[in-house]
DNA sequence: CTAGGTGCAAAAGGTTTGCGGTTAA
DNA sequence: TTAACCGCAAACCTTTTGCACCTAG
């Protein structure tokens, strides 16, 4: 990130967090930046190595301390995709989840604006949707045959 | 359930296992039969307990073996609704979940038989769909007014 | 008879919490 | 200045594993 990205990068982070009444913090800057870096959709522990090598004294209950204001703040969302570890990704588009069971790789795939109309329980307050689609990838389908 | 259901349940629950390779044991009857007592997509601790008062010998243990094989020979579902514990559904049409998010009651909504047509990675093998709604079902959303 | 399943207990993995010290606003 | 946040460590909850015994096929 050059200077110029650097600062317009800072300034809307924490004009987010101020908005939703959260600090702006070295911390939370580093933890949305791993994030930013490699759109992967790691665990919290994935998070954690990664902001570690920058930041060698950041620790594990900071890393979910940041996530949760990321993801309060609008700027990420959390995504449950197996047994295992939550996961984030700072795509905020309406998209979908396609999930290799086999090698645990997540592709985004945006949706068509047009929505199916589904029916629903009455009076429910949709808050947001998850569409996650399981399967196996290409690579890994390859290599089952 | 009378005599009759019962014994039809019974073998064609045994069927199930028996195409998947799986034995038929009353620990797996047992697990089963909670399911369908009550639609209300429990978690495995959930089931454990109801379990337990029928067959109060029954550990944590198999609770997750029985749930797992009936899984693998496509009588339930597995849920992943909220960051907690996994939940169970022996409901096999496709449908969507809305799951409330503060008393966290989950409703069934079977899905129209016409699916959008969505983009995918190329070469991505389905599996299934998860399609989860969050939000507030209306006696929550009431209540937060 | 015997491979697979069960029960138990212990461990592993992920997440949350409490607390004293630090820092952004 | 001070409420919010951080780091640490311990607790907690869910899931997995190892092993001796048991049982369906």
Known sequence: MNPVENKQFERE???RLATS?????????????VLLQKLDHPTTEDV?????RKMPDISHATVYNCLDALVQCGLVRKV????GATRFCPNMEEHA???CDECGEVFDVSLPAERPSVPQPRG???DHYEIAV???CADCAGKKK
Not at 21 to 33: E, I, K
């Open 13 to 15: 982070l924490g004009e």
């Open 97 to 99: 989840h396609y999930y």
């Open 80 to 83: 449950q995709l197996e047994r």
């Open 124 to 126: 429910f307050k949709v």
């Open 21 to 33: 009444g959260f600090r702006f913090t070295s911390q939370r800057r580093q933890v949305y930046d």
């Open 134 to 136: 399981h399967g196996l």
């Open 48 to 52: 954690f190595i990664r902001a570690k």
